[in-house]
């Protein structure tokens, strides 16, 4: 069984021969000659530095394309035109399911049609020289941003080409995003992935790690988020990493939003022991958009004001063009622009929200009740905790396509737009936190003049994108 124990030398350099035997680019990787690479970078290309040192969220949008030169192009306009501070790379769906040969072909037929054959950008089939033209040209830090549940050879390749943030985790690249996987295989291969990061760092080049933080993206309750969060930030910190952003993804009410991101950083400064350094990372609405651009402007605006009253470290953008996919790069940085201008006007106003206070240690509370109980299933070890909570269904995730989490945890809003948890299921939560949400949500029941049933959940996934926060029915409040 997996067990939350650092890999010896050995352990590493036998996968890491293996990692780089699955695709023929794998072959250029060398460890001593990499670390050569990114002591050549300046302080300004370094993304834990930028990250760590800024006096005010950073922005950083999602983006990538197929073809070497267009991602270069897309990066430097998202950091011109959209006053990027952060810069990403995403990669392709084919690298995300490790079928590199596909990858290859797409890359291929794009630079034969010069079309965007594939929907992200291929870092395994570029190679580490690939890699490294790109670090060279953009003039700002660039993250790896992906959704590979078996990332290793992704990491080789681009911690050798000189990237030094790298999303995901065991966790949150598995429980939102497949079903191929099981968490004992994805834990264990982001063992190699962050001990590899952790060896980096030991020479002296800090390579950021950073989970990801909305998971499915659909009203994700806080408590569910920080804790896994958390739990990714310990299995990481136990491989050497010692840069871990922890991420959340905005649910839309400001005072919870607040909270929770204030939940997070602290809860991750009190289980990460001192050597860490810990910075969180909003990520603006996750779910359905708006389908016209004013309206979407709106949301995204929404995210701004509440990025500028938390003070996250960092803020995931999103374009008025998030309703139709991949959006243009000119709305890309639209977006950037739109997010920077709300919280250059509001981060200055000191602004208080009364009732954050109560929700803030709410949130702690039930956080805590989860991560507690994940480390008293595993005796301690984080990784055999988390696979049993999981297994129990006393750690869940609503709306999740993995085999690995039951699923049945369901959430809903109460009267103010805050998530609640309509379906415990077998969460691991006191009674004391499962009577606050079914009173909150017998609140808007008695509101709507309706009992509290499945349908407040559907309503409450399409409200956003029809023009509401919460998903009343004809009639209601």
């Not at 890359?107 to 490294?132: K, M, S, Y």
């Not at 995204?300 to 243009?328: C, H, R, W, Y």
Request: glycine share 10%; proline share 5%.
């Amino acid at each position: 069984m997996v067990r939350d124990e650092r890999l010896t030398d050995d352990q590493l350099h036998r996968i890491d021969e293996r990692v780089r035997s699955a695709w023929p680019t794998g072959a250029a990787i060398d460890f001593e000659d990499a670390i050569e690479y990114h002591e050549t970078l300046p302080d300004h290309k370094r993304f834990a530095t930028v990250l760590e040192s800024a006096d005010r969220p950073l922005l950083q949008p999602r983006a990538g394309v197929p073809r070497l030169e267009e991602q270069i192009d897309l990066l430097e306009h998202l950091r011109t035109a959209g006053g990027a501070d952060l810069l990403p790379t995403t990669i392709d769906s084919y690298t995300r399911d490790n079928e590199y040969g596909k990858a290859e072909d797409g890359l291929v037929e794009a630079r034969e049609t010069g079309e965007n054959t594939l929907n992200g950008f291929p870092a395994v089939n570029h190679g580490v020289d690939g890699c490294r033209e790109l670090i060279e040209a953009v003039d700002a830090p660039v993250e790896v941003r992906h959704g590979t549940p078996d990332a290793r050879l992704l990491a080789a390749i681009t911690f050798a080409g000189g990237f030094e943030s790298f999303e995901g985790g065991p966790i949150s690249y598995n429980i939102p995003y497949t079903k191929e996987h099981d968490l004992a295989e994805t834990i264990e291969h982001w063992q190699y992935v962050d001990r590899l990061a952790g060896a980096y760092t030991e020479r002296g080049v800090t390579i950021n790690r950073e989970p990801f933080g909305p998971l499915t993206g659909t009203l994700v309750p806080p408590c569910i988020a920080i804790a896994i969060m958390v739990i990714e930030g310990m299995l990481a910190a136990t491989q050497g990493v010692r840069s871990i952003t922890l991420g959340y993804g905005q649910v839309g009410n400001i005072v919870q939003d607040v909270a929770a991101l204030h939940a997070l950083r602290a809860l991750g400064e009190e289980y990460l022991h001192d050597a860490v350094s810990v910075t969180t990372v909003f990520h603006e609405w996750m779910g359905g958009f708006p389908p016209d651009e004013a309206r979407a402007n709106g949301v995204i605006g929404l995210g701004a004001m509440t990025a500028a009253v938390a003070n996250p470290d960092k803020v995931i953008t999103k374009s008025p063009q998030e309703f139709e996919g991949v959006p243009t790069k000119e709305a890309n940085a639209a977006g950037l622009r739109t997010t920077r201008q709300l919280i250059n006007m509001v981060i200055e106003q000191d602004i208080r929200i009364e009732g954050v206070d109560r929700e803030l240690n709410l949130i702690q509370k039930a956080s805590r009740e989860l991560i507690e109980r994940v480390l008293s299933l595993g005796d301690g070890d984080v990784a055999r905790g988390t696979l049993a909570a999981f297994e129990t269904g006393e750690l869940d995730v609503p709306f999740s396509p993995s085999d690995s989490a039951k699923g049945d945890v369901l959430p809903a809003r109460d009267d103010d737009g805050r998530v609640r948890i309509f379906e415990f299921a077998d969460l691991a939560l006191s009674e004391e936190v499962k009577e606050i949400h079914r009173n909150r949500l017998d609140s808007r029941a008695r509101t709507e003049g309706r009992e509290q049933t499945f349908r407040m959940v559907a309503d409450d996934v399409d409200a956003i994108s029809d023009g509401m926060l919460i998903g009343r029915p004809a009639g209601g409040r």
